[in-house]
């Protein structure tokens, strides 16, 4: 069985079914990432099968700049490790795989735990997620809510089209940062800044 959603990378993703079976982190592993069409990017949400498209150029710029921004202020400071699009074990039985486009995991919470496939079973402190122009607000949502319930303390939602990020934290309101504001996670990465004006430069 096949049906047809709309994914974090904006184009429209195909859940794979088949039978209803669930599909688990070995079956992830074993899928190829190219396909006749091109390349393929692929999730687990709760054992249904989400394939997704290569992200745009704006999407990418945007991602590889956040993360060169967690690395040069986060990593090589020697906060923790920074990530990009690396993909996260949240739930078991069924399970629960998700890439944010980018990722910060604190000293407190190393050494990484990886799963035998390589992926990361640790909890990252942020996670940062890029809106592609198919992206719901439900479906963001219900990103951002999953990563919260696993422990994220940190999320952050970008918009390039407003432009625009928001907060996401634990039983705290959200919040919305403009093109003059900075983001800033002093409780993560100590000294963190960095100006929206600069991230959204064309």
Known sequence: MVTTSTGS???PIACLQPDLRLFTVADLDALPEQLPSGPVYYEL????LI????LGARHGNIQVSIGGELYEQGQKKG???AYTEVALI?????????VPDAAFLCNGSLPERLSKEGYLEN???LVVEVRSKNDTGPELAAKVGDYLKAGVKLAWTVDPATPSVTEHRPG???KEYGINDSLMCEDIIPGFRLALAELFRT
């Open 45 to 48: 949400h709760y054992g249904r």
């Open 79 to 81: 906060h923790g490790t």
């Open 123 to 125: 909890v990252p402190e």
């Open 90 to 98: 949240l739930a078991r039985n069924p399970d629960h795989v998700l």
């Open 172 to 174: 705290a309101a959200a």
């Open 51 to 54: 394939t997704m498209s290569p």
């Open 9 to 11: 990378t904006g184009a």
